[in-house]
């Protein structure tokens, strides 16, 4: 994986389209796009960068700057992809009340060391707290970096050629 880190910010609307509902849109919500109310499950980001094995997974929440600072800053000290779902409630479209019903269903979680590594315990964090958010590192593990893996690559290829290899080379080794 790329050396990278991703900031997914979630409103849970497409609230500069006037209210269209988004795919993390709450089943049950009216929105402008679903009057009668969202019938879909909404998509779990964290679920989701768990399925693309993400190495570094992380939530924080915009009505808590200091802790999303330090989830931003942990997720960029990371070596490997790193993932923070920042929710960042609309105002415009839900008003200054959606911080606060955010804020009451807020969870903040410290798994051990073991749990962070484990794909399966982070996962059954996000299902065990149905109807709350989660906030924190859900999930971290080492996964050498795709710099990492060519500098090795190109190491094995010096010492099999005896001299440094073209770029066309080097792919010929991922593309037979």
Excluded: W
């Excluded at 919500?29 to 779990?44: C, E, G, K, N, Y």
């Excluded at 479209?93 to 484990?118: C, H, I, Q, W």
Aim: net charge negative.
């Amino acid at each position: 994986f790329v050396d990278m880190t991703y900031i997914m910010m979630d409103n849970f609307i497409y609230g500069l389209t006037k209210g269209q509902v988004s795919p993390t849109t709450p089943k049950g919500d009216l929105t402008v796009s679903t009057p009668f109310a969202s019938i879909d499950a909404p998509l779990d980001p964290v679920k989701l960068a768990l399925a693309f094995n993400v190495s570094f997974i992380a939530r924080a929440f915009a009505g808590d700057l200091k802790h999303m600072t330090d989830m931003v800053r942990l997720a960029i000290e990371h070596k490997g992809f790193s993932f923070v779902h920042a929710i960042s409630p609309c105002p415009t479209f839900r008003g200054m009340d959606e911080f606060k019903r955010v804020r009451a269903a807020v969870n903040y979680v410290e798994p051990t060391a073991e749990e962070l590594a484990s794909k399966a315990a982070a996962f059954e964090r996000e299902e065990s707290f149905a109807g709350k958010i989660n906030l924190g590192v859900l999930y971290s593990a080492y996964r050498p970096t795709y710099e990492e893996e060519t500098a090795i690559l190109r190491q094995r290829s010096l010492k099999s050629r005896g001299r440094a290899p073209e770029m066309q080379e080097l792919l010929g080794e991922f593309m037979p």
